[in-house]
């Protein structure tokens, strides 16, 4: 059969990495790809965003099932598009993808199917931003736009200047442009983070192991958030039966919900939930495999990814349940200097062939380009390097000793991704 996967970040590479294995795959291509995908599968040089050039492709190629990596094509409908021809493909359709692409929308259907959340309030101005928190009195808050922001359009303020400069960027300003006509402002709360992923046809669903991201830029969590410095697999800090709580509040809940507004939802259902005092709650929906978890959750995977995927897609998940290795998994991301900001590209990249040699340990490409033989950065998050073993220790060392083979100059990347999770297991 032929698979096409729509991306180019290290997400991608690790689901094609994945896909390449299946005996049904016969042709793999990934639009418009990176240097690591350029080694395992074809790249077509289609960029994620056009979606009718990418539906001519599959249309041309036959390809019997498309997988959409990022939530640009999915917000932009290339979904229904795919299906409107009859053409199968992994991911949720415009309507689904709201709980994504609308954090109003999430927040509302929240309330309405009582799924925990966050208590909050809607802005569609500055002085309406005021109004709000003044009646808060002066708790933390977090100000979200409403629309998609690349992770970027998340503010938590501790303080009032930082309320202000927040309602300023994206009312008076408008960084965000028509991301941000309106706003989300929210309770903060407290917690550690766990995100859990379920694939689903709409009816049926099976949880991922969940996994957890290191957001910010700095070592112990300190400066900007990003898109993912690194992440675990299996999350230590979600115990059994909170598992059981957040599949039936959260991930249930959701999937019955939109099936009673009329929407089905085949794809990933990701779930970002902060593990609070007073329970589990989430904090945000995306609808599409989270980056960097992919890297960390798909290596502990047994099965064939491609049949789970398409028989989601043909809505008929199949069970029993697929299965994942017993032990640990770490990705660790190596980043251009300057990143979440502007980044230098054409670093040349040394040490991949040694680093992808290493026993337990895979390498993802992210922002990289082929020139010639030789792999260039070519965007802010460069590379992945997952580890893994018998349990967490063992795969975040392996992990980290991948990362020691690889050189770019103004290579960053954080030295203690998985680490508060380790601290925990040891003292539990
Ligand atoms: P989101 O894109 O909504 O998940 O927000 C990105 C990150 O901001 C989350 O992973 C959290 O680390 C943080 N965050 C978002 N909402 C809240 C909240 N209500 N309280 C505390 N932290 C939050
Ligand atoms: N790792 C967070 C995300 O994929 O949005």
Redesign the pocket.
């Known amino acids: 059969m032929k698979c096409l996967i729509i991306g180019s970040g290290g ?1 991608e590479h690790a689901l094609a990495w994945k896909i390449a294995q299946s005996p049904e795959v016969r042709r793999l291509y990934v639009a418009p790809g990176n240097a690591g995908t350029a080694k395992i599968a074809k790249n077509i040089p289609i960029k994620a965003d056009e979606i009718h050039s990418l539906l001519s492709f599959a249309n041309q190629e036959r390809i019997d099932l498309t997988v959409v990596g990022p939530e640009t094509p999915l917000a932009m409908g290339v979904v229904n598009l795919f299906q409107k021809t009859g053409l199968p493909i992994f991911g949720p359709n415009q309507a689904a993808a709201r709980l994504e692409t609308s954090k109003i929308f999430a927040k509302e259907f929240m309330v309405r199917h009582r799924i925990p959340t966050a208590g909050f309030r809607i802005a569609a101005s500055i002085s309406e931003g005021k109004s709000i928190l003044k009646k808060w009195g002066g708790k933390p808050a977090v100000i979200k736009v409403d629309g998609l922001a690349a ?1 970027k359009g998340v503010f938590i303020c501790d303080t009032q200047p930082e309320k202000e400069e927040a309602l300023k960027q994206i009312f008076s300003h408008k960084i965000f442009k028509s991301a941000g006509k309106k706003a989300l402002i929210e309770e903060k709360l407290n917690g550690e983070e766990v ?1 859990l992923l379920a694939i689903t046809d709409g009816k049926k669903y099976h949880c991922f192991p969940p996994a957890q ?1 290191h ?1 910010k830029i700095g070592e112990h969590d300190l400066g900007p958030n990003t ?2 410095m690194g ?1 675990v697999a299996p999350n230590p800090f979600l115990l059994p039966s909170v598992r059981q709580q957040v599949i039936r509040d959260v991930v249930a809940k959701t999937i019955v919900g939109l099936a009673e507004e009329g929407i089905t939802y085949q794809g990933i259902l ?1 779930a ?1 939930i902060i593990l609070t005092k007073e329970g589990p709650q989430v904090l ?1 929906f ?1 609808a ?6 992919t890297q960390a959750i798909i290596p502990l995977l047994k099965d064939d990814l491609f049949q789970l995927l398409l028989t989601t897609a043909q809505g008929n998940l199949l069970r029993p349940k697929p299965a994942f290795r017993e032990g640990g998994s770490c990705c660790v991301v190596l980043a251009s200097a300057g990143y979440p900001g502007p980044c230098r590209k054409g670093r040349e990249i040394s040490g991949l062939k040694t680093a992808s040699k290493l026993k337990n340990v895979l390498v993802f490409h992210a922002g990289t380009i082929k020139e010639g033989r030789k792999a260039l950065t070519n965007g802010g998050r460069v590379l992945n390097i997952t580890g893994f073993g018998e349990n967490l220790a063992q795969a975040i060392a392996n992990a980290y000793l991948g990362v020691s083979k690889i050189h770019f100059a103004g290579a960053y990347f954080r030295r203690d991704i998985g680490q508060k999770a380790l601290r925990f297991l040891s003292s539990a």
């Open positions: 997400r992770g995100s991201d957001k898109g993912g992440a990701y970002g945000e995306n599409r495999f989270g980056d960097p978890e």
